[in-house]
T-cell receptor, first 116, second 109 residues
């Protein structure tokens, strides 16, 4: 298996522009997670899906952030409009189950977003 | 404020030395995981501990879960340059993972 795939790997954009990050989870995994990693706040859970349905979006910072999962093999995280404080590395992860002892979250390589 | 506090934040040691990283919280977790992250990559799971007082060993790495399931430690024996990386602990609570800020470990050859 190719693992979790994220694109793009790097994104540089200007404040006010729309940014779309993409993720392909591991085939057969029922859960998909979006995380954000910064030096100040570490790794934070933004939202997670179960069988394509958003379950908990309490970590989404503002209405400027939205996430969708139209099918089992694709998810997007959109920021509109983007701001410099959104600069971070965004990770997508997937797992068979949810944070039980046998469930492993597999992380993608991340998208490094820079908003100028 | 982080739910999990890791210490130290940075650790630089010589090859062959031992090191310990701590992960502490005032909250109880159903399980605790340790990850290692290398530059430009996502975190990779090293181990999951579930039972209070549990000790797991993976070659030169020893993981311990506190009796009260609020804290954990990672001990590396005879560290090697390949152990260099960011070590993250993550506690499972309400079916979600909360991560510590991480400990950056550098092992000098």
């Amino acid at each position: 298996d190719a693992g979790v795939i994220q694109s793009p790997r790097h994104e540089v954009t200007e404040m006010g522009q729309e940014v779309t990050l993409r993720c392909k989870p591991i085939s057969g995994h029922d859960y998909l997670f979006w995380y954000r990693q910064t030096m100040m706040r570490g790794l934070e859970l933004l939202i997670y899906f179960n069988n394509n349905v958003p379950i908990d979006d309490s970590g989404m910072p503002e209405d400027r952030f939205s996430a969708k999962m139209p099918n089992a093999s694709f998810s997007t995280l959109k920021i509109q409009p983007s701001e410099p404080r959104d600069s971070a590395v965004y990770f997508c992860a997937s797992s068979l189950g949810l944070a039980r002892s046998t469930d492993t979250q597999y992380f993608g390589p991340g998208t490094r977003l820079t908003v100028l | 404020t982080q739910l999990l506090e890791q210490s130290p934040q940075f650790l630089s040691i010589q090859e062959g030395e031992n090191l310990t990283v701590y992960c502490n919280s005032s909250s109880v977790f159903s399980s605790l995981q340790w990850y290692r992250q290398e530059p430009g990559e996502g975190p990779v799971l090293l181990v999951t501990v579930v039972t209070g007082g549990e000790v797991k060993k993976l070659k030169r790495l020893t993981f311990q879960f506190g009796d009260a399931r609020k804290d954990s430690s990672l001990h590396i024996t005879a560290a090697q340059p390949g152990d260099t990386g960011l070590y993250l602990c993550a506690g499972a609570r309400d079916y979600k993972l909360s991560f510590g800020a991480g400990t950056t470990v550098t092992v000098r050859a």
